[in-house]
């Protein structure tokens, strides 16, 4: 069985980097990018099984980003990695912030290795 | 923008509020006079009959008297008469001649002091005119006949005194005699007549206006109701009852039974109309000698009785509507001071309004600012933080060397606390900046307890902490227990207090044990958590759920205040104790049970 691919996005490099090593370790091939324009741009659809963005960036942020991916792989599966405690300020329509939304795609730092990787599983198996 | 719509409705309802509160004030004010006034008037009108009732019983008092007076006056005439003609020259038919003479002069001057008389006269037994004295301007009859004259034939024929009806003079004049027979002592013999002859409206004058028909007035009849004095000279001389009269009465049934009672011999008033005056008459007889002689009658028009009264009434009411006008301009001052303070006070009120408004919006801004601050302060916090975490934990699993390995355990165990004591400051960041908000929602406390008491366990278990073959017991007294809260901070206060717990029990006597408790009571939930540790240190005890008061090993020492907070923000209370029955604390809390009908169906209690 082939390793399942993730998009890992986040401006800070010591996190993706440290993410990518513990994500390899559970044997995932991870593409890690610090620009959101950059990974944008060279973006690959169909190709991810999952897309692990931060909201907080700079020049476009994590919800923006998901919108522009969604217009390329619209089945990429997305969840988001924050450290953020309100979301709210960060989305013009506050609407799709159910609490459900929340609940099943949004992903709070700090987290552990392996509470991540749990996440990351039940987030690829379902539907 | 909802709530400035709101106040302006208000202001809308109590603006509407207030013009009908003036239009209702108005109102009874105009009810009150119109009633005053109305009251006012039926007293006016009750006070007026009641004044005209005891004017009428004044007049007929007054006419009584005036009747007597005149009735006394008359009987003194006839007394002076008596005298003359018991005196010694006459009754020795010496009926002229010096001596008589100055005795008539004497008598003459006594009568004239009583009223006017035109003439005192003496008639000889064959009604010759024998002696008279006369009054200035009037002429003698001396040796004249006076037979003619009904009064003289009557004395005679009686032999007592008479008072005359009216007679008219050869002069026009209209007059009474009153007339004395002169009698002998001696034989009884008829010797003649005194007499005198007065003019019938001089007599009267002297008691009442005779001579104005407009205002009161008073009239006289003789026994044949003959009208001896009246304001309208054709009435004089005329009997009440001939034509003329009744013509000019116009026949009228009141004033000509009044006229019939009073010369019957008895007192009596009525009140007609004339010629459209209306007239209040009063009447009764002249009484001489225990006789009725002559009828005094006294009219009045009853618009002059009124005018008294109503100058009367006029003078009340004056001083009513001063009284009134002081009061009105009183309540009218009162009441415009009244709407001027409450303006002022409405102004002030709306200026207070403003500036709260104001700064009200300033303290939005500021906790706006504060939360934003804090917002950002937990990012920066949390984010570098993770590829710590992440970082030590992929070593943990390349590197083999024990040393090592313990030294990236304290890398990874301080990552782990820095998280908790990130959360804990920010969570008291919110707490101090009161922007602790509270996501409320109704479910099961139970269902919280056993989640983090499952969660607990399995923590302890996977890390092997100190205390990991603690038992942890849960107990719900009541299967259900509804509460309205922030399930997330309330099962952070439980964590925090199990994890309070377990840091603080040492198994002294075996295996360490920590029992929970749940129980809805009055309305209270009621969580309590024993353990079986040493007890709260007695100095810690105070200072308790304050800030970093007690700390554990890897505590933050902000859980239990922390807890307090998000307890008290729930409007419930958290307290400890130490475990009476040995060894172990007690931390409880309460927090008010749902008032919604809820699963449970009661409600309440």
Redesign the interface.
Known sequence: MKNKRILLVDDESDVTTALTFALEDYGFEVDSYNNPIVALSTFKSNYYDLAILDIKMPEMNGFELLREIKKEDENLKICFLTALTELRDHISDTNELSPAFVKDWVIRKPISNKDLLNDINRIISSS | MKLKKKSSYNALFSEHAKEVGIICIILIIAVSYGLFFYQQNATEESVRNGLFVEQRERQIGSTKAMAQHIGSDLSLVASILQGLADSSYLQQGELYGDRVDKLMRERFDQINNITRVDGLFIADRDDIMAYDVVTEGQRSFVNIDISFRDYVQETKKTLRPVFSEGFEGIDGIYRIAITFPIISRENGQYIGIVGVQMPAIDFFARYGNVYSIGSQYLAALDRNAVQLIHPVKAFIGVSFFDNHTQEATGHNIILNSLIRTVMSGKSDSAIYEFRDVQRLTTGYPIFVEGKPEYFAFIITPTAEIYANINDVLFNERLKMFTLVAGFTVAVVTLILFLIKWNNILDRRIKRRTKELEKSNEQLKVHDKMQ??F??IA??????????I???S??LL?KIKDSRHRELLDIVSRN?NRL?RLAEDI?DVSRIESHSLSLHKEQFNINDIIEDVVEGYRNQIQVQSKVGSDTEILFTPKDDVILVEADKGRLAQVIFNLLDNSLKFTKPTRGKGKIHIISEKKDNQVTVGIMDTGMGIDPEIFPKLFSRFASKSFSGTGLGLFISKSIIEEHGGKIWAQNNPNGGGAIFSFTIPSSQHLGLDGSGGN
Not at chain 2, 378 to 387: G, N
């Open positions: 939360r934003e804090i917002n937990a990012h920066e916090l949390r984010t570098p933080i993770q590829p975490l992440s970082s934990e992929v699993s990552a998280r920010l």
